[in-house]
């Protein structure tokens, strides 16, 4: 197999269909590059570079100046030595790289249908208007043949604590008690309404687990409340990339990770840590076209040992 490949790459721009509100502030178009290689016998892949700059990976400018320096040629060698600052670039160029050393491609239309196994965790909007859409997709998804009980993720720390426990309380009486929730912090929560939002889900018992509570820089307490309520934490922006990932791992972390393999780094080692250490993951959206989107629930299929809903309930976004 040939070490060199033509290359090329084009920017894409969609708009989210509703902003996006977190903690982070709102988030109304999704912008990335998707990337073509070409071997020696004509075969063709595609990757997707997907950037969250907010979430530590590089930002959509610094992956496009990437992509313009390296000419119409590209080699494996120069591939698998992009630089870790570079992580969203690291996973769409090496995801398409990885097409090549299949033996076959599978079709599309095949990979979708292998998709379909997974369980989806569908995402919510902050605040009210959660409760019309909870409602909508439980009408449209809910049937006898689910194997698993709904999931849904729900932003918090966006509008007042008093008002968001007030909504959660009204998802509650409004879902089937079978319904599990993931509530979305972002790293927005103080360490009070963080032992606050803790006791309720314990109360509820329907709270699958609270992600990311509090910003990265507070792991040690987020370390400590893991072992002192019955709901689950998760590490959301704590573990963005890989390096991160290891550092909460080895010290002690081994509560749920949540991980987001487009913005992680190269897939291939995302995939031997995972291997090495079993951890609890969740995986996620970026918000990828479809081309990403392949990727990562390749890797979700082959890695989620917990088989958790993926988060991948998003077809309610994007235009």
Known sequence: ??????????????????????????????????ISLVDSKGKISWGEIAPVPWFGSETLEQ?????????????????????????????????????FKSQAITPITDQLNRKKSLNYCYLLPAGKSALNLSEKIWRQIDSPSLKSPLTFKWKIGVQSFLKEIEIFQQLLQSLPATTKFRLDANGGLTLEE???????????????????????????????????????????????????????????????????????????????????????????????????????????????????AVGFGIDNWLS
């Not at 913005?263 to 996620?284: E, K, M, T």
Request: proline share 4%; with cysteine.
């Open 1 to 34: 197999m040939s070490d060199r490949y033509k290359f090329q790459f084009r920017l894409y721009r969609r708009s989210f269909l509703k902003p996006l509100q977190t903690s982070h502030g709102v988030w109304q178009v999704r912008e990335g590059i998707i």
């Open 194 to 308: 963080t032992k606050n939002w803790l006791a309720i889900s314990d109360r509820s018992k329907q709270v699958e687990f609270i992600e990311q509570p509090l910003a990265p820089e507070h792991f040690s307490e987020m370390l400590t409340l893991s072992n002192q309520y019955q709901t689950p934490l998760a590490l959301d922006e704590s573990v963005a990339q890989l390096d991160q990932l290891q550092w909460c791992y080895q010290q002690g972390w081994r509560g749920i990770f949540v991980i987001k393999p487009a913005i992680c780094g190269f897939p291939s080692h995302l995939r031997q840590f995972c291997h090495s250490y079993s951890i609890d993951a969740v995986f996620s959206s970026v918000f990828e076209t479809e081309i990403g989107r392949q990727a990562v629930l390749k890797l979700a299929q082959e890695l989620n040992y917990s088989d958790r």
């Open 63 to 99: 992956a496009l100046e990437f992509c313009q320096q390296l000419g119409s040629i590209i080699t494996a060698t120069t591939i698998n030595s992009i630089p870790d600052h570079l992580s969203a670039c690291q996973f769409g160029f090496e995801s398409a790289l990885e097409v």
